[in-house]
């Protein structure tokens, strides 16, 4: 591909379709993720690269390090234009050109506490904030439905509000005197004590909804309708009305497996806790603000529906067992007996509505049970996946499954993500045994023992001819000896929602679960660590750097990861997408800025990594290791080469439901860091 021809060609064509064409044909093109490859290396900055920023028209680039400096690049031409000292003493978190100023005005915030505007083109400073109290200032966000605003989050708990078009001197009573603070974590509608403990770390803005995404130091990321918040109010209320009534002015977004966990933005953290901790590094809308993609530190990544208000599985699992139930009773029986779909039927897959099953994800299945008796499990797990997308149907047996596989790769979330499988298997089919079995399993190790014991009775009172498995007998065992060992224990009147107001509670309570995971990258060595959308439009591919030095393409809707690309003698942090191009710009520990475009086809590309799923387990081996021991072997040949892609017991997921249910996986650790 002739990137400069193209651009050129969409430069000066007139008709709008024209242009359009020209620039999807510039990014959609699935060929050139294969292709990418390093085009050069920017050079000129003397310390850790933190954070890079597009103009809107991707003809610059601006990157902000260490070093309190910023650079702006031409990346077409690979050269510098401008390098100016920011006048931050600390380093450089975050850089944003501000909307409306022909790219002549950027916005920088730093480790210093500070908010700084720049005039580029004369290398001067125009204001400067210092409303975050010296407290590190971690992002900034601009919207162009408001040009003169900017957003700012830093580790005091508080998002601000800079507006440009008013002249503003920080207060020195204390945060409260700036008043312009439009989020604060550490207020009174959040929790009863002032422990001032709660950090923000990533904020967003969506481009075409009035939301604003918020990032701390815990497991949630909190939703805002910027209409409703008074700093900024007017501007989005002109821009998009008031909108539906039913629409809420503030909810969460959470993993469903971490949603009952302890935050620890209410306590002081321990010394462990305060190496590892879950946070969200980054948090990122897409073009058309329907979705919402988070990085989790010592977690992975997840994608959520802003569209949809599905809740954790916690929530939903009592609402799908009374669903069941309903069903259960009505299925017909034989000779008393209940009849169950045992898979040999149909060989082992139920025909389509079409009445013929398409044969590329038959073989898909048939490949991915093959990885599974391999014990390839995730492997098993890709080629499930990417069936469940060919097959119109999703049948029951696929997500039983890929649940199976994920209860034995036993990577992080990997427990829950089984439960949501059997979940949407039951869906399809009420009565089928696998799912159930697998479902009680999930809940055991999960140590939600409530929910097992009920899952368990309606089992015996519904389904009795699955009492006499041994794996349903042996599950039985295990929840009446943890909930003996429940018992035991002494009641403690100390709760995390002691000092929580009631209003915190019901927005954690219904906080969204995500629709998509994306495993195989490891954060938790850094806190700055991105992820973003990448492709045309909402993106079609999910893109994160790592702690091994590597950064990450995974297919946005069948989350198999597709490609790894060494971009990084350490740590990459930043991948921001050139918005009209297939251009990505990469930087991290190293001093450098790299560009990554479709190179030949032909060409040996040494920054490739082909050993996908051995790199993604090793990953998965340092997110759950002690954090000292990572930071001690980080570059040890170990993780470098580390293989297996999750060993353990075997099990046949298209054997008859009494087989391979009868190991039992220790529960899945979704350790802090």
């Given at each position: 591909?002739?990137?400069?021809?193209?651009?050129?060609?969409?430069?000066?064509?007139?008709?709008?379709?024209?242009?359009?064409?020209?620039?999807?044909?510039?990014?959609?093109?699935?060929?050139?993720?294969?292709?990418?490859?390093?085009?050069?290396?920017?050079?000129?900055?003397?310390?850790?690269?933190n954070?890079?920023?597009?103009?809107?028209?991707?003809?610059?680039?601006?990157?902000?390090?260490?070093?309190?400096?910023?650079?702006?690049?031409?990346?077409?031409?690979?050269?510098?234009?401008?390098?100016?000292?920011?006048?931050?003493?600390?380093?450089?978190f975050?850089?944003?050109?501000?909307?409306?100023?022909?790219?002549?005005?950027?916005?920088?915030?730093?480790?210093?506490?500070?908010?700084?505007?720049?005039?580029?083109?004369?290398?001067?400073?125009?204001?400067?904030?210092?409303?975050?109290?010296?407290?590190?200032?971690?992002?900034?966000?601009?919207?162009?439905?408001?040009?003169?605003?900017?957003?700012s989050?830093?580790?005091?708990?508080?998002?601000?509000?800079?507006?440009?078009?008013?002249?503003?001197?920080?207060?020195?009573?204390?945060?409260?005197?700036?008043?312009?603070?439009?989020?604060?974590?550490?207020?009174?509608?959040?929790?009863?004590?002032?422990?001032?403990?709660?950090?923000?770390k990533?904020?967003?803005?969506?481009?075409?909804?009035?939301?604003?995404?918020?990032?701390?130091?815990?497991?949630?990321?909190?939703?805002?309708?910027?209409?409703?918040?008074?700093?900024?109010?007017?501007?989005?209320?002109?821009?998009?009305?008031?909108?539906?009534?039913?629409?809420?002015?503030?909810?969460?977004?959470?993993?469903?497996?971490?949603?009952?966990?302890?935050?620890k933005?209410?306590?002081?953290?321990?010394?462990?806790?305060?190496?590892?901790?879950?946070?969200?590094?980054?948090?990122?809308?897409?073009?058309?603000?329907?979705?919402?993609?988070?990085?989790?530190?010592?977690?992975?990544?997840?994608?959520?529906?802003?569209?949809?208000?599905?809740?954790?599985?916690?929530?939903?699992?009592?609402?799908?067992?009374?669903?069941?139930?309903?069903?259960?009773?009505?299925?017909?029986?034989?000779?008393?007996?209940?009849?169950?779909?045992?898979?040999?039927?149909?060989?082992?897959?139920?025909?389509?509505?079409?009445?013929?099953?398409?044969?590329?994800?038959?073989?898909?299945?048939?490949?991915?049970?093959d990885?599974?008796?391999?014990?390839?499990?995730?492997?098993?797990?890709?080629?499930?996946?990417?069936?469940?997308?060919?097959?119109?149907?999703?049948?029951?047996?696929?997500?039983?499954?890929?649940?199976l596989?994920?209860?034995?790769?036993?990577?992080?979330g990997?427990?829950?993500?089984?439960?949501?499988?059997?979940?949407?298997?039951?869906?399809?089919?009420?009565?089928?045994?696998?799912a159930?079995?697998?479902?009680l399993?999930?809940?055991?190790?999960?140590?939600?023992?409530?929910?097992?014991?009920?899952?368990s009775?309606?089992?015996?009172?519904?389904?009795?001819?699955?009492?006499?498995?041994?794996?349903?007998?042996?599950?039985?065992?295990?929840?009446?000896?943890k909930?003996?060992k429940?018992?035991s224990?002494?009641?403690?009147?100390?709760?995390?929602?002691?000092?929580?107001?009631?209003q915190?509670?019901?927005?954690?309570?219904?906080?969204?679960?995500?629709?998509?995971?994306?495993?195989?990258?490891?954060?938790?060595?850094?806190?700055?660590?991105?992820?973003?959308?990448?492709?045309?439009?909402?993106?079609?591919?999910?893109?994160?750097?790592?702690?091994?030095?590597?950064?990450?393409?995974?297919?946005?809707?069948?989350?198999?990861?597709?490609?790894?690309?060494?971009?990084?003698?350490?740590?990459?942090?930043?991948?921001?997408?050139?918005?009209?191009?297939?251009?990505?710009?990469?930087?991290?520990?190293?001093?450098?800025?790299?560009?990554?475009?479709?190179?030949?086809?032909?060409?040996?590309?040494?920054?490739?990594?082909?050993?996908l799923?051995?790199?993604?387990?090793?990953?998965?081996?340092?997110?759950?290791?002690?954090?000292?021991?990572?930071?001690?072997?980080?570059?040890?040949?170990?993780?470098?080469?580390?293989?297996?892609?999750?060993?353990?017991?075997?099990?046949?997921?298209?054997?008859?439901?009494?087989?391979?249910?009868e190991?039992?996986?220790?529960?899945?650790?979704?350790?802090t860091?």
């Open positions: 591909m002739n990137v400069s021809c193209s651009v050129t060609k969409r430069k000066y064509a007139t008709d709008r379709l024209e242009q359009k064409r020209i620039r999807e044909k510039l990014y959609s093109n699935d060929g050139f993720i294969e292709r990418l490859s390093q085009e050069t290396e920017l050079s000129g900055h003397n310390g850790c690269v954070c890079l920023e597009w103009t809107s028209d991707g003809a610059l680039l601006a990157s902000g390090s260490d070093d309190l400096t910023v650079r702006i690049w031409e990346p077409l031409h690979h050269r510098q234009v401008k390098c100016f000292q920011t006048g931050h003493q600390s380093n450089i975050s850089v944003k050109f501000l909307h409306n100023n022909g790219n002549r005005v950027i916005a920088t915030a730093a480790a210093d506490g500070q908010v700084r505007i720049h005039n580029v083109e004369q290398e001067e400073t125009l204001n400067v904030y210092n409303c975050h109290r010296y407290h590190r200032v971690k992002r900034l966000a601009v919207s162009p439905v408001a040009p003169s605003l900017i957003w989050c830093g580790e005091d708990g508080n998002v601000r509000v800079l507006d440009m078009r008013q002249r503003h001197s920080c207060s020195s009573n204390g945060d409260s005197g700036c008043g312009n603070v439009c989020v604060n974590l550490n207020g009174e509608n959040i929790s009863s004590l002032s422990t001032n403990s709660a950090q923000t990533s904020i967003d803005i969506s481009p075409s909804r009035p939301y604003l995404a918020v990032g701390g130091n815990d497991q949630y990321v909190r939703i805002f309708d910027l209409r409703m918040l008074k700093s900024c109010a007017a501007d989005f209320i002109d821009s998009y009305g008031w909108g539906p009534r039913d629409e809420p002015s503030t909810f969460y977004c959470v993993p469903g497996h971490i949603s009952t966990q302890p935050s933005s209410n306590r002081k953290p321990s010394l462990f806790e305060s190496v590892r901790s879950i946070s969200s590094t980054f948090v990122s809308f897409n073009q058309t603000g329907s979705e919402l993609l988070v990085n989790l530190g010592s977690e992975q990544i997840y994608l959520f529906d802003m569209e949809s208000r599905s809740v954790s599985s916690r929530v939903s699992i009592p609402r799908l067992q009374r669903s069941l139930c309903s069903k259960l009773d009505r299925i017909e029986h034989e000779n008393g007996k209940t009849v169950l779909h045992k898979n040999g039927i149909h060989n082992g897959f139920r025909t389509p509505s079409n009445g013929f099953p398409s044969q590329d994800w038959v073989a898909l299945k048939g490949k991915a049970n990885y599974f008796y391999e014990e390839k499990y995730t492997d098993a797990i890709a080629c499930y996946s990417r069936a469940i997308e060919l097959c119109d149907s999703k049948q029951q047996f696929l997500y039983a499954n890929r649940a596989a994920f209860i034995k790769r036993k990577w992080t990997d427990t829950y993500a089984a439960l949501r499988d059997c979940q949407m298997a039951l869906s399809f089919d009420s009565s089928y045994p696998k159930h079995l697998r479902l399993r999930c809940l055991v190790e999960l140590g939600w023992n409530n929910e097992a014991s009920e899952w009775e309606m089992i015996q009172t519904s389904l009795p001819c699955l009492t006499s498995e041994p794996s349903f007998t042996s599950l039985l065992k295990d929840i009446e000896a909930n003996a429940a018992s224990k002494p009641s403690s009147n100390k709760t995390e929602s002691g000092h929580l107001t009631e915190e509670l019901n927005h954690r309570r219904n906080a969204r679960d995500y629709k998509y995971r994306y495993c195989g990258h490891c954060n938790a060595a850094t806190d700055i660590k991105e992820a973003n959308f990448f492709g045309s439009g909402d993106g079609k591919y999910v893109v994160a750097g790592s702690d091994d030095g590597s950064f990450f393409f995974w297919d946005k809707s069948s989350t198999n990861l597709v490609r790894i690309l060494i971009g990084d003698e350490s740590i990459v942090n930043c991948l921001q997408p050139n918005p009209v191009m297939c251009m990505l710009a990469s930087s991290g520990i190293d001093s450098t800025v790299k560009l990554w475009s479709p190179g030949n086809p032909h060409a040996h590309n040494p920054h490739l990594r082909t050993d799923h051995d790199v993604a387990s090793a990953n998965q081996k340092r997110l759950k290791s002690d954090p000292m021991e990572m930071l001690l072997f980080m570059n040890n040949p170990f993780f470098q080469s580390a293989t297996g892609g999750g060993r353990g017991d075997g099990g046949d997921p298209d054997e008859d439901y009494s087989s391979g249910e190991e039992q996986a220790m529960p899945d650790s979704c350790r860091s």
